[in-house]
Nanobody, 128 residues
Framework: QVQLVESGGGSVQAGGSLRLSCLVSGYPYGSQYCMGWFRQAPGKEREKVAVIDNYDYTRYGDSVKGRFTISKDKSNNTLYLQMNSLEPGDAAMYYC?????????????????????WGQGIQVTVSS
C-alpha cells in the first residue's frame, strides 16, 4: 500500500519561502516512480505545480516556473518542493501525488488524472 505524507506547509509573507516534503512509503523495492505536486485553491480546479520522473526530468506549471523547484531523494524516500518568492496567488492546499509503481517511469505526467496515489494535502497560506 503506497502512502504519501506531506509536511512543511504553513503561513508566510509574500516574497518568502517554504519547503514542502512528501514522505513516500510502500513502493516495491527497485520500482521506478513518477511523482508530482498539485495544488487546489478554494473554488478552483486542482492544477499542476511540478512533476518529476525517475530520471529527474522535471516540468513546471507556468505560474511557478523560476520560483519553485521539485526534487527527490530516493535514499530517504522523500519528494520535495522548494517554493521561493511566494505570492498570494500561491496560497492553496498542496498535494503530493504518485503514479503506480512500475519498472520504468519516464516523462512528465502533467494531469492529475494520471496519478493514483495522493497525500492528504497540506495548507500553504501567503499574506500580502
Amino acid at each position: 500500500q503506497v502512502q504519501l505524507v506531506e509536511s512543511g506547509g504553513g503561513s508566510v509573507q509574500a516574497g518568502g519561502s517554504l519547503r514542502l516534503s512528501c514522505l513516500v512509503s510502500g513502493y516495491p523495492y527497485g520500482s521506478q516512480y513518477c511523482m508530482g505536486w498539485f495544488r487546489q485553491a478554494p473554488g478552483k480546479e486542482r492544477e499542476k505545480v511540478a512533476v518529476i520522473d525517475n530520471y529527474d526530468y522535471t516540468r513546471y506549471g507556468d505560474s511557478v516556473k523560476g520560483r519553485f523547484t521539485i526534487s527527490k531523494d530516493k535514499s530517504n524516500n522523500t519528494l520535495y518542493l522548494q517554493m521561493n518568492s511566494l505570492e498570494p496567488g500561491d496560497a492553496a492546499m498542496y498535494y503530493c501525488a504518485a503514479r503506480s509503481p512500475t519498472t520504468y517511469c519516464r516523462g512528465g505526467y502533467l494531469l492529475a488524472s494520471q496519478y493514483i496515489y495522493w497525500g492528504q494535502g497540506i495548507q500553504v497560506t501567503v499574506s500580502s
